[in-house]
């Protein structure tokens, strides 16, 4: 075996929004970043976010970043760490400003400050002062507006990018400290071994294991595998957002934005069936409970269309100024796919798998945890997660609208920052064996050796209809032990596929090959957490335990390749203000 | 439905050829040309290749010649043809493996008019720079574009000038920095345009503005760095 070696200071995975941020911060400082990612950055998903970045500013309104951290530990069904939820609130301001500076381009109000519009699950006073206007806008591109600007700041300073480079897995020393990365040049399928003192993983999210999501196709959870193949944890998988408004059929996202500029669902009576479920809110409460509101619409036979298989988002009256001035995007996007004009016509729309809240566990500087052998945390030497690839745990059972951009910024910043301060300490580089690069390369090879039959085209659809089917906005005991052991099944099968062009130039195959190992990781990991939380909790919505047990549930839950389960306690100890206790959630 | 696409790998050193795909577009994940290749990969030929990613026409990767004219498979309708579809690669680059183009200089041709905001401000985190609305309406038009290539590839200026001429994308992006009021080096971008090639190759052709899936104007935003640079007499 002969990988070169080429040796960086840090290597970031992932060039979304949180990689990004990460790599500024280090190349900012001075140091050698190498950005690998497995698409050019602007393409990164992050570009897709639409309505915006929470952050209390108190452009509009009064507001206070104490109130945006009651929302989101209410909004997390109480099982969010109290001291990230913080941390995150609080540098809310300072990353957005810093962010302007950058130069997004922001909508801005007539006083030249930065627009804000509201957002689902957003009040001030507690709950207890009505709704808050929160979220920070760049018309409903603010994700393309976001990404494009870190890349350029990334220019600026010359972070090193290895573009269309698909990272492999980690590389973990006898010490069990990360000490880099194997990846694959796609254009010549060559590996090397990326050197770093530290790794940070920010790979996004893994939407791709459901039939019908608002992910882009590279969301295959690759981070999410590459840590369970290392032997590592991943935290709280079971809790996947539906988004409300998924355009029916297609599965593309319109942006809550529009409820927060006024738009309204009806069902086929032209009823506004929010206003039952969710008597103050309305439209605009948390999206776990949105979710299951239209659900329970379209069960119960108030469906709009042929097949009453969706409800509908009216925008006609907000009139043609504020669609073209606020929601361009989303207009571009109805007529696309919908074939529907919202200045005329209402947009047709059904929950749509949107969000991983689980993933790494990790502390507020983004360093992974592990669990040692008496189940305290322990510090995993020279990894990071950031993003959604993380479980830094900001969102729970349930992500706030605008929260994720937040997380990318604040959590990537302070990864960049934590290596800044402390990269003396990690010195394990010298310790590296070529058997621990070997084994990093292993996938590679074992793809290029296998001769099966089974297609893995005909593996992945099958993973993403059983998610689909058995662990979709309401659950149930009985279904989702069969999906569970179909999930097994088709892991099983993996040993069974092969890939039947093995070129080395730019082929697609072998990298969905290698992006179908993590699939069904991401998969097996949610069907087995999801089997085990026995309550309804956020997103997660059991119809056998249809309530919140607060008494045995206020935890995470940790799960291993292995289908080892742990448990670790939620995080109620923020720095500066009391912590939130649990109450009833209503909207 | 037949589409005919363009089967090619730098490494082979054979000429490209045209292959054929019989399909049924109800049979296919979804109304668009990229659900159309998405079912050709998974059930006919794994090993034809073509970039993708968010297939809602945002992120820019899926751009392809076809039937002639640019564009984004992800945002095209396969009810917009009757029955034949041909699928080349992005004219004028350098072609990697099949619909896989080579976009290293038109990436560094972005990168040559310095599309990162330039000032001088220090951060204040307890106001934040104001910018006037009417100052900010300056640059929509011009911040949306999602770098496909799209327009770049299909100008003929660009073809016979790629190292020199900017390019429709780039100068569009230089446009989108020297219109924006919070960018303090305007003087300086403008003086960096003024040679024979950078913007001045453009000879309207608009191509460009044609084939672009945003329906941006790179055209325009030429002509208006031009006039810029008459009214700063550079």
Not at chain 1, 552 to 564: G, P, Q, R, T, Y
Not at chain 2, 27 to 42: F, P, R, S, T
Request: proline share 3%; glycine share 8%.
């Amino acid at each position: 075996m002969n990988i070169p070696e080429h040796s960086f200071d840090i290597i970031i995975v992932g060039a979304g929004g949180a990689g990004m941020r990460a790599a500024l911060q280090l190349s900012r400082a001075g140091f050698r970043a190498a950005l690998v990612s497995k698409v050019f950055p602007t393409r990164s998903h992050t570009v897709s976010a639409q309505g915006g970045i929470t952050a209390a500013l108190g452009n509009m309104d009064d507001d206070n970043w104490i109130w945006h951290m009651f929302d989101t530990v209410k909004g997390a069904d109480y099982i969010g760490d109290q001291d990230s939820i913080e941390y995150m609130c609080r540098n809310a301001r300072e990353v957005v400003y810093e962010l302007e500076h950058m130069g997004l381009p922001f909508s801005r109000l007539d006083n030249g400050k930065i627009y804000q519009r509201p957002f689902g699950g957003q009040s001030k006073n507690f709950g207890k002062g009505g709704q808050a206007t929160r979220t920070s806008a760049a018309a409903d591109r603010t994700g393309h507006a976001l990404l494009h600007t870190l890349y350029q700041q990334n220019l600026k300073y010359d972070t090193m990018f290895f573009n269309e480079w698909y990272t492999l897995d980690l590389v973990k020393n006898d010490n069990g400290a990360i000490v880099g990365v194997v990846a694959m040049c796609i254009e010549t399928g060559e590996l090397s071994f990326l050197k770093g003192r530290a790794v940070i993983l920010a790979t996004g999210g893994a939407g791709q294991i459901y039939k019908s999501t608002t992910n882009a196709l590279i969301n295959t959870g690759d981070g999410i595998g590459m840590v369970l193949r290392a032997g590592l944890l991943v935290q709280d998988m079971e809790m996947w957002q539906f988004h409300p408004t998924g355009i029916s059929g297609s599965g593309v996202l319109v942006t809550e934005g529009c409820r927060g500029e006024g738009g309204y669902l009806v069902n086929c009576d032209g009823e506004r069936f929010m206003e039952r479920y969710a008597p103050n809110a309305k439209d605009l409460a948390s999206r776990d409970v949105v979710a299951r509101s239209i659900s329970m619409e379209i069960r119960e036979g108030r469906g709009c269309g042929k097949r009453k298989d969706h409800v509908h988002l009216k925008l006609d009256h907000l009139g043609e100024d504020v669609i073209k001035g606020f929601l361009p995007g989303i207009r571009e996007l109805s007529i696309t796919f919908a074939n529907s004009d919202p200045i005329k016509t209402p947009i047709p729309v059904v929950p749509t798998c949107h969000y991983m809240m689980g993933g790494i566990p990790t502390n507020k500087s983004g360093q992974v945890i592990t669990l040692d052998d008496n189940g305290k945390d322990v510090i995993v030497e020279g990894l990071y997660a950031v993003g959604e690839c993380a479980c830094v745990s900001v969102h729970g059972a349930n992500r706030l609208g605008g929260n994720s951009l937040l997380d990318l910024v604040v959590f990537g910043r302070a990864a960049g920052d934590h290596f800044i301060a402390n990269f003396s300490n990690f010195d394990n580089i010298s310790l590296v064996s070529d058997a621990n690069i070997e084994q990093a390369a292993g996938r590679f090879y074992d793809w290029n050796s296998k001769s099966g039959k089974m297609s893995i085209a005909d593996i992945r659809q099958n993973m993403k209809i059983v998610m689909q089917n058995n662990f979709g906005v309401f659950r149930t005991g009985d279904v989702m032990k069969d999906g569970l052991k179909i999930i097994m099944k088709l892991k099983d099968d993996l040993k069974n596929a092969c890939i039947s062009d093995k070129s080395y130039t730019y082929n697609m195959l072998r990298v969905e090959a290698f992006e179908l190992d993590n699939l069904i990781s991401v998969a097996a990991a949610v069907a087995l957490s999801a089997n085990l939380r026995t309550e309804s909790r956020g997103a997660h919505s059991r119809e056998d335990y249809p309530k919140r047990d607060d008494k045995n549930w206020i935890k995470h839950m940790l799960v291993d390749a292995s289908n080892n389960v742990y448990f670790r306690p939620v995080n109620e100890n923020p720095t500066l203000v009391p912590a939130f206790k649990p109450v009833a959630r209503t909207y | 439905m037949l589409i005919s696409i363009y089967r090619y790998d730098y490494r082979l050193g054979n000429d490209y050829k045209m292959e054929d795909y019989t399909i049924d577009p109800d049979e296919c994940d979804g109304v668009m040309l990229l659900d159309a290749l998405n079912y050709i990969k998974a059930n006919i030929d794994p090993s034809l290749n073509y970039r993708r990613s968010c297939g809602e026409g945002v992120c820019g990767s899926d751009a392809m010649n076809i039937n002639g004219k640019n564009g984004l498979a992800c945002i095209t309708s396969l009810k917009n043809f009757k029955n034949k579809i041909i699928l080349r690669p992005l004219p004028g680059m350098p072609v990697i493996r099949d619909l896989v183009v080579d976009l290293t200089n038109f990436y560094n041709q972005y990168k040559k008019v310095k599309p990162y905001l330039q000032n001088d401000d220090s951060i204040s985190y307890e106001g934040e720079r104001l910018q006037l609305k009417t100052d900010r309406k300056k640059i929509d038009g011009l911040y949306e574009c999602i770098l496909c290539a799209c327009c770049t590839s299909a100008c003929p200026s660009y073809w016979w000038n790629p190292d020199q001429f900017l390019g429709p994308a780039a100068a569009l992006q230089s446009a989108r920095f020297v219109k924006d009021s919070r960018d303090t080096k305007t003087h300086e971008r403008l003086i960096e345009l003024d040679n024979k090639f950078n913007i001045f190759r453009c000879r309207t052709i608009m191509s460009c503005t044609y084939v672009c899936p945003k329906g941006l104007n790179p055209s325009k935003a030429i002509s208006e760095l031009r006039l810029e640079m008459l009214h700063k007499k550079i």
